[in-house]
């Protein structure tokens, strides 16, 4: 009996070992050179100029286009990219970003300091929705010190800094090419000119994306691939029989229907990942319109987080993929404390808190999600669940137009959405839940109405501390908060699988995954 | 009447249906809820109210709505599609663009699914009663009967999936760099599966239609007549049974080629073909207000279109119609 348990618990260990080593023996391989990958795009990009444009399919296919001053890695810690180092004065107030040597744009053109200071400081200002209340609020100058450094000074020092320079948050920009011109009627919007990887070489609408190797780029060696085809194939169904049939190689965060991802994984040469989503950490939540009678009331939204079975949707809905939240911060992130008020499944508990928060029968107005078939059955188990619980709730159902505006003017009871959180609390987080940004127009404000003088003093200290242990302070004490009064009822942290071919290496190396592997990526 | 005074009649009622149909489309459009703007800054998953109003100022969506008007029919006067700001393009190219390959697996679809369809259905009337007509018609009910996208997704599972023969998706083999009649079998080999799978609604139609109409017509007197002269069997089908059986099906034909444009939304969708209807479809759920005017404008010209070619193919059909005019 004993002999057996050490037994099973030396090949336990056995195993661990080899699991420990083979990413090293993975790493040691040789990348070999050449190849062709083919991947989907899911639904076609606007277009591909990620200066104007960030939907997530712009971004996966031009942030290998196009490249930022960082890149992250699954961790989210900074690492090189157009920076080749960068220093952070001690007060916290200055950084000095050195720039690599020799890089150019696709047109040949040198990349300078002058690159920079007009994206930070004139291109992004003007068009970029993330980068504008960073540069307009926090920064007091950008500035050129010599062609390969530049320097950032900040009003007060802001921890989010440093990670604001992602690719699809601070694209570089050619100077050369927009300066001094109408940035969005700009003829060359539609042929891309970035430092990246990879370059622009056709794209046929309603076809595919063909990016080609940039054979001038500045990283010596990279990229491995020659070729890389983004096929757009607008039916799920099909982009899985497409990759079953050898048409396509790599099947991206989403692209195939829920129930399809574990039967695809088993397949012959497959291999799935759910990294590379670290930067954004989907969060999907329910939103309660706290402007609508009952909603307002704490106790009752309690007793709809206790009525939810969390669980079921995950398990059954979003085949066991994600994991549940407990706050308003991703466990995946930086910053997130477990020390919260956690809510359980308890129907009874939740009838109970229901009928004490003076509920009296109101129907509850459900927005569903308009993305697709499994946010609809979502929908219908939380609705259930709901009335279990005696809440009564219909279900609306529009379109995606239809859903923005409707969410973007408040025209809701409950509200479902899933956003980013953007690396940091700071830009990612605290825009769901501070006052200040309760504005009409923004499906991705603060639409739920949430007022807390509290709440919104902790994220501006959250903000603006100057250690990461402060920081960190300041964070767990507003999502204890949070997590009591519930300004929205957090479902899930969402899991996008890629899938992929075994011999596709190296594929999902940082925190965006493949939105800029495809510098590393290598074909076996 | 004659035929000059024909057509230039129905020419001048064309152009007014058009331009009802212009202008009901630009209102219809925008009793949508949401436009481009907040579609676009939504999908990206952050905005705030200065890019919204970048955005609509380049939508034009920033003038008063009869300003709007204005400047898109003054534009369809001259021909002039106008622009879509979302796509970076001018409508027309985004159009021409999708035509033809959208008029190909129509056309495609069309030739195949008439060719087949009369052929059936008379074959059917001929036979009526027999086995052959009864698996006809059990196939047509078949084909007229299932949904379209059930087809599309088991065609592909069984033929592409299963059986390796035909690729399921696209319009030619990416990347592959073929040239001349080489691309050209290579997009044929694409288009077999939609083709056919679009085809085999309108298949059934035809087949049904052609069975009943021959059926009816071989009861009529004159064909008694051409019988009793000794005619022989084969004879009375072709020349006098099935010429005057196939005035319904042309009448049906006018309205799928009508359709050759626009009717193909699903099985481009499907199949992954680049053309126009799914072009029309991500117009609208974007709200791509100037594409989908500009693809309605092509869609329903093609339907007017139609109607007057049907009509100039009924005279040819059958002389009393021009008498009777």
Redesign the interface.
């Known amino acids: 009996m004993l002999n057996s348990q050490i037994r099973r618990r030396l090949a336990v260990t056995t195993a661990l070992v080899a699991l420990a080593f083979a990413p090293m023996a993975a790493q040691a391989q040789e990348p070999k050179k050449g190849g062709t990958v083919h991947v989907v795009v899911q639904p076609e990009p606007p277009m591909l100029m990620q200066g104007l444009n960030q939907n997530g399919p712009t971004n996966m296919v031009a942030g290998n286009i196009y490249e930022s001053l960082l890149r992250y890695d699954e961790k989210l810690n900074p690492q090189p990219s157009l920076a080749k180092s960068w220093e952070i004065s001690p007060d916290a107030k200055v950084y000095t970003f050195k720039l690599q040597e020799g890089v150019t744009w696709h047109d040949g053109k040198p990349f300078t300091a002058d690159d920079v200071v007009f994206t930070l400081d004139k291109f992004l200002r003007e068009v970029h929705p993330r980068w504008r209340p960073i540069v307009n609020t926090q920064v007091e100058a950008i500035e050129k010190v010599d062609d390969l450094t530049v320097r950032i000074t900040l009003k007060q020092p802001f921890g989010p800094m440093i990670m604001s320079q992602e690719v699809a948050s601070a694209p570089m920009i050619p100077k050369h090419i927009y300066d001094g011109t109408d940035y969005r009627a700009n003829p060359a919007n539609n042929t891309p000119i970035g430092t990246g990887p990879f370059k622009l070489k056709e794209w046929k609408k309603g076809s595919y994306i063909h990016l080609v190797k940039n054979e001038n780029y500045w990283m010596k060696g990279k990229p491995n691939l020659d070729e890389i085809y983004w096929q757009i194939i607008p039916d799920a169904a099909a982009r899985a029989v497409a990759y079953e049939t050898g048409k396509v190689d790599v099947l991206t965060g989403g692209s195939v229907d829920v129930y399809d991802v574990a039967r695809l994984s088993k397949l012959p040469n497959t291999c799935m990942t759910t990294k590379g989503w670290e930067m954004f950490a989907p969060h999907a939540w329910l939103t309660p319109n706290v402007r609508n009678g009952i909603l307002g009331n704490k106790q009752f939204r309690q007793g709809l987080m206790y009525a939810i079975d969390r669980e079921f949707g995950r398990d059954v809905v979003w085949g066991g993929l994600g994991k549940l939240p407990t706050g308003p911060i991703s466990s995946k992130t930086r910053f997130y404390s477990s020390d919260v008020p956690k809510y359980t499944y308890d129907p009874a508990k939740a009838k109970e808190l229901i009928k004490a928060s003076g509920y009296k029968g109101e129907t509850i107005k459900l927005l569903n999600l308009p993305y697709g078939e499994t946010w609809s059955r979502w929908s219908e188990a939380i609705k259930q669940n709901l009335e279990d619980a005696g809440v009564k709730v219909q279900i609306e159902n529009t379109d995606v137009p239809g859903w923005t505006q409707k969410a973007s003017n408040w025209d809701f009871d409950l509200n479902f959405n899933f956003l980013y959180q953007l690396g940091d609390p700071a830009t990612g987080v605290a825009r769901s839940y501070v006052s200040s940004n309760i504005a009409k127009g923004n499906p991705f404000a603060n639409v739920g109405g949430y007022s807390n003088p509290e709440v919104d003093k902790l994220f501006a200290e959250g903000a603006s501390a100057p250690t990461d242990a402060l920081r960190q302070e300041a964070y767990t004490k507003v999502q204890k908060i949070l997590a009591d009064e519930l300004p929205v009822l957090w479902l899930l942290e969402m899991d996008f699988p890629t899938i992929y071919r075994c011999n596709v290496k190296n594929l999902v190396t940082t925190g965006i995954g493949v939105d800029d592997g495809f510098r590393d990526a290598w074909k076996e | 009447m004659n035929l000059l005074q024909f057509l230039s009649g129905r020419l001048v009622k064309g152009v007014l249906v058009l331009f009802a149909i212009a202008l009901l489309n630009f209102f219809l459009i925008r009793a ?4 481009p703007a ?15 109003e ?1 955005l609509r100022a ?1 939508f034009g969506l920033d003038q008063p709505l009869l300003t709007q008007l204005w400047i898109y029919l003054k534009g369809y006067a001259t021909l002039d599609l106008g622009f879509s ?5 001018p409508v027309l190219d ?1 159009v021409l ?2 035509l033809p ?1 959208t008029l190909l697996l129509t056309g495609a679809a069309f030739i195949v699914s008439l060719g087949l369809g009369v052929v059936m259905g008379a074959l059917a009337a001929r036979r009526a009663g027999r086995w052959s007509d009864s698996l006809i018609t059990t196939l047509s009910l078949v084909f007229y009967a299932t949904p379209l996208f059930w087809i599309a ?1 088991m065609s ?2 069984l033929f ?2 299963k059986l ?1 023969l035909v ?5 030619e083999t ?2 592959a760099n073929y040239t001349g009649l080489a691309r050209a079998l290579d997009i044929g080999h694409h288009l077999i599966l939609p083709s056919i799978t679009l085809g085999l609604f309108f298949t059934a139609l035809y087949a049904r239609m052609m069975r009943a109409s021959m059926l009816e017509v071989a009861g009529a007197d004159f064909v008694k007549t051409a019988r009793a002269k000794g005619l022989s069997p084969a004879i009375v089908s072709r020349r006098h049974v099935a010429r005057n059986a196939i005035l319904p099906v042309v009448t049906l034909a006018g309205l799928q080629a009508g359709q050759l444009v626009g009717g193909a939304v699903l099985t481009e ?4 073909w ?2 126009i209807g ?2 029309m479809f ?1 117009a609208l ?3 791509d207000y100037s594409v989908l005017l500009g693809v309605f404008f092509i869609s329903s010209a093609m339907v007017v279109g139609f109607n007057i070619l049907t009509d100039l193919v009924y005279r040819l059909a059958d002389p009393r119609i021009e008498a009777a005019s």
């Open positions: 949508a809820p949401g436009d907040q579609v676009l800054a939504g999908e990206a998953g952050a905005a705030d109210a200065q890019l919204l970048q380049r700001y979302r796509q970076q393009r985004l663009d999708r390959a997704l592909q599972i592409s999936l390796g690729p399921n998706v696209g319009f990416i990347g969708t499907v199949f992954a680049p053309g799914r072009l991500d759920v974007q709200r």
